[in-house]
């Protein structure tokens, strides 16, 4: 009877052993396409704003199923240890079968990891490579897609929306009712307003501005720097705000700062020593005197 009760047992361990193993191995293959795509998805402001998604997923779709599938794999992973728990005990044994934690496999992966996370956080290639191509996908995917007018517009107000853009607010309602688009108010977000029309933000921001007035008039820069704003170089800055780059080139040389039209907005900052908003702050007062 002893036997017969053993049996099923080590029968039910078995099965419990191969399923956890075949769970591991599924959920670190979704694992890894999930990361696969939050490492390519566009930033949040353009993935929101184009109403980006893959294979009929959103951004915060993806993440969330990477969060949950982390959980899942991190939960089998305790269950695989507890049934393999003499495995992992006879992997930190040395030759004469003594317990040590510090065995020659355990130090080799302690050590490879804590480069991995050393490199990461110092920049170092070619960890730093690997950030950097994340990087350049997601500035092209920002270019392909186009930049919100600031970080995550689409949860504003449309009143706000307006201002924030300097609309005529009457105007932009005006043009989304002349297009069909419906509008309950102007306290509804942009991201609710573009739902319920099955249109992206981007594309509900274009009909607002469809207005011949707000075509003709002259694009002016804006108080704050938009996103993305650090990518481009001086001369794509005169020609997106239509300023006189050679009056921009000589009041800020004038200002002691070390100009080069073909440098990035960001690389500038750097050279001067600047922050970011100081050398907007600079670039804003040169072209509003």
Not at 74 to 85: E, K, M, R
Not at 151 to 156: I, R, T
Request: proline residues 5%; positive net charge; hydrophobic residues 45%.
């Amino acid at each position: 009877m002893m036997t017969q009760y053993i049996l099923p047992q080590r029968g039910l361990a078995m099965m419990i052993r191969k399923t956890t193993s075949m769970t591991l191995l599924i959920s670190f293959v979704f694992l890894m396409l999930s990361s696969v795509v939050l490492y390519i998805v566009p930033h949040g402001r353009v993935a929101y704003w184009s109403n980006w998604h893959l294979w009929g997923l959103s951004k915060t779709q993806w993440g969330n199923v990477h969060i949950t599938l982390g959980f899942f794999f991190v939960f089998a992973g305790i269950v695989h240890i507890f049934y393999n728990w003499k495995s992992v005990v006879r992997y930190l044994k040395n030759r004469s079968k003594q317990l040590r934690i510090f065995t020659v496999p355990f130090n080799l992966a302690l050590v490879m990891t804590i480069m991995v996370i050393g490199g990461t956080l110092l920049n170092i290639p070619p960890l730093s490579m690997v950030i950097e191509l994340g990087e350049t996908i997601k500035d092209r995917a920002a270019q392909k897609y186009g930049e919100p007018p600031y970080g995550h517009a689409e949860l504003s107000p449309l009143s706000l929306f307006a201002r924030r853009t300097g609309m005529d607010l009457n105007k932009a309602m005006a043009n989304l009712k002349k297009q069909g688009v419906r509008c309950s108010g102007s306290g509804q977000t942009i991201a609710d307003i573009a739902k319920a029309n099955a249109l992206t933000p981007k594309a509900l921001f274009a009909i607002m501005q469809s207005s011949p007035e707000r075509g003709e008039a002259q694009i002016s820069l804006p108080a704050v720097p938009p996103p993305g704003f650090g990518r481009i170089t001086m001369v794509e800055i005169c020609r997106k705000y239509q300023l006189d780059l050679q009056k921009i080139y000589t009041t800020l040389q004038q200002q002691g700062l070390v100009v080069e039209t073909g440098k990035t907005f960001k690389d500038m900052a750097e050279q001067n020593q600047l922050s970011g908003h100081e050398l907007y702050n600079a670039l804003y007062e040169a072209a509003t005197e």
